[in-house]
């Protein structure tokens, strides 16, 4: 089992930058697979960022060049770095983590962009 808490959302102008991070309750050095998704009022979640143990990253591509995952093994914490944030970004972003038999999600953290 593990816990994830999500940080670091909130209101910022289009063009602008957060940072998210993702705490999990136990040491992420031998998960696979954690990532990054959003959902947006009356959309369905979609997947934003994911990254490897081996530090390999995959992006949206509405997304790429724009968003960086990053992981801190020693700090059990997953990050999103977001830069030139654009109104349509707007949405609650969750943590998620696969470990085997299932998946496990945060409570999710609201990032909006204002134009």
């Known amino acids: 089992q593990v816990q994830l808490v999500e940080s670091g959302g909130g209101l910022v102008q289009a063009g602008g930058s957060l940072r998210l991070s993702c705490v999990a309750s136990?040491?992420?050095?031998?998960?696979?697979?954690m990532g990054w998704y959003r959902q947006a009022p009356g959309k369905q979640r979609e997947p934003v960022a994911a990254?490897?143990?081996?530090?390999?990253?995959n992006y949206a591509d509405s997304v790429k060049g724009r968003f960086t995952i990053s992981s801190d093994n020693a700090k059990n914490t997953v990050y999103l770095q977001m830069n030139s944030l654009k109104p349509e970004d707007t949405a609650v972003y969750y943590c998620?983590?696969?470990?085997?038999?299932?998946?496990?999600w945060g409570q999710g953290t609201q990032v909006t962009v204002s134009s």
């Open positions: 990254i490897s143990t081996g530090g390999m990253a």
């Open positions: 998620r983590v696969y470990l085997y038999p299932r998946e496990y």
């Open positions: 136990r040491s992420i050095l031998n998960i696979n697979n």
